[in-house]
């Protein structure tokens, strides 16, 4: 935050006046000042940083907020110093934020909280006066550490954006902060010809991340492919599974990787079977999507549990909890989606998979330096053995790191972005030549499947993802409120399954089908 603003001095007046923190802190005026500009500038500035729509919401909601960094940035209560910043005293006597869900270690869920109701008035006066800028404290080191300046369509990005301020709320694609980051983006490539500028790190395992909130790397692929219309996508498939069986084979030719390469080759329909087994649909859509999340999830080791907790009043939940939104509907999902055979045999071979590339490298005397210069370090900063999840993602994120820059060699010229696991390319690539450098990279016979598309054709699919979810919305509703019947009839069965009502039909279980039968019959009656 700028805190040499008028308005960011009203502010801390405010503050200072409704906390009357002066009554309760022996300090002069200047000092007293200085110290809850520093608190209020560190909570706002992190709490920005993480959440950009925070100052524009017209409801304050919950967020989570780094206490621990605080503690280490401004000091703690008690400190030795006699003028050392004390965050805890001044949490506990201004208490500009209150707990609102309490964090849980099991889960790794964090702590959130949200701006205390008193001082709720004056903080919304202060963010009318804000440019969106503000809103990023990134923003300087975004343009000023930039190391690649990427053309955008500006035009088209201010069309979606026009069509979603127009939209009703519920109809909306894009959340509010991918709103606000579509405007700055819209912002920031005027500012620069047209371009916006990208600054980015290696990780230690030689990942490329680019860094800061307005990135098209980890933006959504709506304002992704707007911003760039004209361009190929070439994306590795199911890279995490089929990037360990690879490695699997180098490290053991004889070791079994049969079901994984069924899964990558076949992806789509076995996702369809789990959809079919969890949520009685099987056509592409919101449930589908759902279960490629959660095979995702579990391709980066996410625990294969729940909770089991009243998910009325739960806050702490796992990675498929969240996916299949326990919170909301309960986790019977999970369970099922748990018990599937062919969920239960992927995660079978990938354990057994993962196990053996653990046992290859555990071992002191065998170096991880898959990417040349990133090494895996086995000993943390605090002097501690890491874990084996870490050697494995290690593992993981470096072989995706070679992979990719094969995609980025034959781009060359032509490379306009780098994904996690893919490319964005001007031109159209050798998809042949790429594979062959793939089949050699990993001494592996089943190939790489990449998915090569159109930012055009990417566009058009979200559209008919949001079509099919809609579809599952209007089903849902024709059938739900209506207890189960043991007496089944023939209403349905002169449906023809060539049509996309007939589709849909045939996609229902048997359960399903009884109640939309229901539906019907009480409709005749009417």
């Known amino acids: 935050m700028n805190t040499n603003t008028q308005a960011f001095k009203q502010l801390i007046d405010s503050i200072i006046e409704i906390s009357q923190v002066e ?3 022996t300090l002069t005026d200047k000092v007293l000042r200085k110290r809850v500009t520093r608190y209020v500038d560190y909570i706002l500035t992190d709490v920005v940083t993480y959440n950009p729509t925070i100052l524009k919401q017209q409801q304050f909601k919950g967020f989570i907020f780094r206490a621990k960094g605080a503690l280490t940035k401004l000091g703690g209560l008690g400190t030795k110093r006699k003028y050392g910043y004390a965050w805890t005293r001044f949490q506990s006597d201004i208490n500009l934020l209150v707990v609102l869900n309490k964090g849980n270690n099991y889960t790794g869920k964090a702590s959130t909280f949200v701006f205390n109701v008193k001082y709720q008035k004056v903080i919304k006066t202060y963010a009318k006066s804000l440019h969106i800028t503000a809103l990023f404290p990134n923003y300087d080191k975004f343009i000023k550490q930039s190391q690649e300046l990427i053309a955008v369509d500006v035009d088209n990005m201010k069309q979606l954006l026009n069509k979603e301020q127009a939209c009703k709320a519920n109809d909306r694609r894009l959340s509010k902060k991918s709103l606000l980051q579509l405007k700055l983006l819209i912002y920031v490539a005027e500012q620069n010809n047209d371009r916006i500028p990208h600054y980015f790190e290696e990780a230690t395992t030689g990942r490329i991340y680019y860094k800061g909130l307005l990135n098209l790397q980890n933006i959504k692929k709506l304002i992704r492919y707007t911003a760039i219309p004209s361009c190929y996508v070439y994306d590795l498939q199911a890279a995490s599974y089929s990037l360990i069986a690879a490695h ?3 490290i053991d030719t004889t070791i079994d990787t049969s079901v994984i390469d069924d899964y990558v080759k076949n992806r789509k329909q076995i996702r369809k079977l789990i959809a079919k087994d969890i949520f009685g649909v099987s056509f592409e859509g919101e ?8 095979l995702t999830a579990i391709g980066f080791n996410a625990r294969l549990q729940t909770l089991n907790l009243n998910t009325s009043d739960s806050k702490a939940t796992l990675a498929l909890d969240d996916i299949f939104k326990t919170q909301r509907f309960g986790n019977e999902k999970v369970k099922r989606f ?5 969920v239960q045999r992927l995660v079978n071979c990938l354990n057994s998979l993962n196990e053996m590339i653990y046992e290859h490298y ?4 065998n170096s991880i330096e898959i990417c040349t210069g990133f090494a895996f370090d086995r000993i943390d900063d605090k002097g501690k053995k890491k874990s084996k999840s870490k050697l494995l993602a290690h593992v993981y994120q470096s072989l995706e790191r070679k992979a990719l820059d094969i995609l980025i060699t034959h781009a060359g010229n032509s490379l306009i972005l780098s994904l996690h696991d893919g490319i964005l390319s001007k031109e159209k ?3 042949q030549a790429i594979q062959r450098d793939l089949q050699q990279l990993l001494d592996r016979q089943t190939p790489l499947d990449i998915d090569v ?3 055009g054709d990417i566009l058009t699919m979200a559209q008919q993802h949001k079509v099919h979810m809609a579809d599952e919305d209007e089903l849902a509703r024709h059938y739900s409120g209506y207890g189960y019947s043991s007496q089944m009839t023939d209403l349905l069965e002169n449906f023809d399954t060539t049509t996309y009502e007939g589709k849909l039909i045939a996609a229902l279980n048997k359960n399903e089908k009884t109640m939309l039968e229901q539906v ?7």
């Open 23 to 25: 009554s309760k802190i």
């Open 287 to 294: 449930k589908t999507a759902q279960i490629k999340e959660a």
């Open 248 to 250: 699997a084979k180098q």
């Open 362 to 365: 555990k071992a002191p005397s």
């Open 338 to 342: 748990i018990a599937n055979e062919q």
């Open 453 to 455: 598309r159109s930012a």
């Open 429 to 431: 690539l050798d998809i």
């Open 520 to 526: 019907m019959a009480m409709q005749r009656k009417q």
